[in-house]
């Protein structure tokens, strides 16, 4: 059994900022990618942010440069800072990782269950 779990959202102001956190347990062996989504009311669920095991990153276009995606590998946790946050940036957070069970040893991907950030005046 695995789970992750999702902190750090909220309200905030144009152009403020916030820190998201997302722990994982349960019976890891080890975990590969671990990603940022985000869903707006409407609009299909996009990736936002990915850190691999290696610690590469990658980024969407529209949060370049705003946000950082890092990870404590000893706590099995990833965070996304974000920061000049835009309306357009609400939206429920979620993440996602691919972890390899230490009881079977495949790989399952795995959904956190969602924050909800809103960036509004």
């Known amino acids: 059994q695995v789970q992750l779990v999702e902190s750090g959202g909220g309200l905030v102001q144009p152009g403020g900022s916030l820190r998201l956190s997302c722990a994982a347990s349960?019976?890891?062996?080890?975990?590969?990618?671990m990603d940022w989504y985000r869903q707006a009311p409407g609009k299909q669920r996009e990736l936002v942010a990915t850190?691999?095991?290696?610690?590469?990153?990658n980024y969407a276009d529209s949060v370049k440069g705003r946000f950082a995606i890092s990870r404590d590998y000893p706590k099995n946790t990833v965070y996304l800072q974000m920061n000049s946050l835009k309306p357009e940036d609400s939206a429920v957070y979620y993440c996602?990782?691919?972890?390899?069970?230490?009881?079977?040893?495949?790989?399952?991907?795995?959904w956190g269950q969602g924050t909800q950030v809103t960036v509004s005046s």
């Open positions: 349960g019976t890891i062996l080890s975990i590969y990618a």
């Open positions: 850190i691999t095991s290696g610690g590469s990153t």
């Open positions: 996602n990782a691919d972890i390899v069970s230490a009881i079977d040893l495949r790989r399952y991907d795995y």
